[in-house]
Each structure stands twice: as C-alpha cells, then as structure tokens.
C-alpha cells in the first residue's frame, strides 16, 4: 500500500537542513505532499514550518497506526531512545569516519533515459547497491537498507535488501541488474550481474501484471472523481507490461523499448484517449497470460544460487577494501 497524498504521519529518522544540522527529529509529525509510484521510490513529507523531506516507506508511519504503537517494544529500541545513547541517525551510520556512500559497489541509470524515453527534460536516475561494513552491519546500530539522494534522483539498497526484492521480481530492482547504462561496477558487483538470470520466474507475471491492473483499476476511479490523469503514469505501466511480455518471452530484460518507443510517447503527451490506452493495455494483458504459459522461465528464482552469493558478499565485507 501507498499512503496517500494529505496523510499524517510520523517520520521515524532526523530529517536534516543542507548545513546537515537536524531540521525536525525522530518522531516528529508531517503531512505527504509527495507520493512515488512505488515502495522503492521516497515521499515528500511537509512539517508545520514548511520544511520539506523526502522519507522512505520504511521510515513513517501512519499517525493513526502511530498512537496504538507502544513507544518501546523492546529492549533495543528502548536502549537506542536512552539519553546516554546515541539515536540511530546519529550513530555509526552518520560517524564522520563511516560514510556508506563509499561502500557503493554498483551503479546504474534507470528511467527515461535507461527506457530510451528521455527528451530533453529529463532527470537522470541512478540506482545501485551498497556493501556496509561487516562491523557496522553486525552493530548494535545496524544500517538503512536504502541511501538516497532525492535532489540527484539516487539510491542505492543495502545489498541483502536488493537481492530480495530482485527475488520477488520487483520491476526497478530488476531493471537495475539489466540496465544499459552501468556507470560503475567493483568486482563482487560483476559477479552478480554474471548471475542476474537466477532471479528471473514466473513471478515476474504476477508482479507486473498485478500491479498494473490495480493502477489502471485505480485510475479510472480517479477520472471519474478528479476528471485527469497522469499521462506518464499510463505510458509506464504499459511499458511494465511489454517488459514483462519480454521476460518471459526471452529469459532476459530488455529495458530499452525500441519500436515501442513513438506509441508509449504518443501516451504520454496525452495524444490518445484513455479508451485507447486502456485497450493497448488488455491486448498486451492476453500476450502477457500467453506468454506465461509458454515461458521456459522457472516457477521461482534460484534462492540458492542468490543465497550463496550474499554469504560471499557478507564474508568480502570484513575486507577493509571494497571488494
């Protein structure tokens, strides 16, 4: 689930001014001004001065849900709330000795310009993996499971938190591993694209076409409530659909959209109806079932081959060089 735009919420890290210095701490209240598409993606939080953040999933919960949470339910997170300890947001995660952008061993370009939908306005998003330190990641402290920089459109996942969802066939994660724009690459991050095809199943239907059934489902709610719709949105969620016809299809993902390329454009300045749209969308749904019952793609991913993978990565992070 999404929150919506207009929910309050509490924000569970420091939120911080560009000088660094915390604007409103841990458990302060805000309102979403911003939602993503997705869980991988940050919302926009407003506070009451007008200050604005951008907060992970992961990071705020519901103002509702929030007064029927015991404010300590156990012995660590009382320890991490103590006076005489620091907060997680100012611990080793955030020591001046310790900076986990350092531990990038992977970074890629997605979006517009990785799809080849790109104009002139574009952002350039760059996505990757970080390794943390094995002492850190042991620690009392722990350490997020996503870096991102939302003014440079970047993030990176703590690598165990990408392998999982690349597992569960998110669709970003796995357009990560097949990007055609690799910026840069360490050894340990070569090793796992050399894999990247363990991660590819059947499920890969059931993500993709679940989630684009319940946005379209979700949009014609809102035309019949607001009357608009975001052109975008539609164009990406029939580029979802095509991706997906393609895994299947060839055991690989193809990000750029090639001949697609005009008709999802056409999309998203808004030059066919909705109708026409949501047509294009049901004709790709019956090749998507088709293909589903023709793939040569596995029931689910290779866990075992990905399990190994991330016990040798764990075992690299005691190095003091990034492997």
């Not at 760059?126 to 459109?153: C, F, K, M, T």
Request: proline letters at 5%; glycine letters at 4%; hydrophobic letters at 40%.
């Amino acid at each position: 689930m999404i929150f919506s735009i207009g929910t309050q919420v509490v924000v569970q890290k420091d939120t911080y001014l560009p000088n660094r210095r915390v604007a409103h701490p841990a458990g302060s209240v805000g309102v979403i001004v911003r939602s993503p598409l997705d869980r991988t993606h940050s919302y926009r939080v407003r506070f009451n001065d007008g200050f604005e953040a951008a907060v992970h999933h992961d990071q705020l919960v519901r103002l509702s849900e929030f007064k029927r949470i015991p404010l300590a339910t156990d012995s660590v997170k009382e320890a991490s709330t103590a006076p005489n300890l620091p907060s997680q947001e100012n611990s080793l995660t955030h020591s001046p000795t310790i900076n986990l952008h350092d531990r990038i061993i992977y970074r890629c370009v997605i979006g517009s310009r990785a799809y080849g939908l790109e104009d002139d306005n574009s952002d350039t998003d760059r996505r990757g993996i970080y390794l943390p330190p094995a002492d850190l990641h042991w620690s009392l402290y722990g350490v997020p499971e996503q870096l991102e920089n939302d003014e440079a459109q970047e993030a990176y996942w703590e690598i165990q938190k990408f392998i999982v969802l690349a597992l569960k066939a998110n669709p970003n994660v796995l357009e990560c591993l097949y990007s055609p724009i690799v910026e840069f690459a360490t050894p340990l991050a070569e090793e796992l694209l050399s894999i990247r095809e363990a991660f590819l199943s059947k499920l890969v239907f059931q993500t993709y076409s679940g989630y684009v059934a319940s946005q379209f489902k979700k949009m014609q709610t809102d035309i019949r409530n607001q009357g608009r719709i975001k052109w975008k949105h539609v164009m990406h969620l029939i580029r979802l659909l095509l991706s997906g016809i393609d895994v299947l299809r060839q055991g690989s993902v193809t990000v750029d959209v090639g001949t697609a390329r005009d008709q999802l454009l056409a999309i998203k300045r808004g030059d066919v109806t909705f109708s026409e749209a949501d047509a294009w969308r049901r004709n790709l749904q019956v090749e998507f079932e088709q293909a589903f019952k023709q793939t040569a793609l596995p029931d689910r991913p290779d866990y075992e081959r990905a399990n190994a993978f991330l016990i040798r990565a764990r075992k690299l992070a005691l190095q003091k060089d990034l492997p």
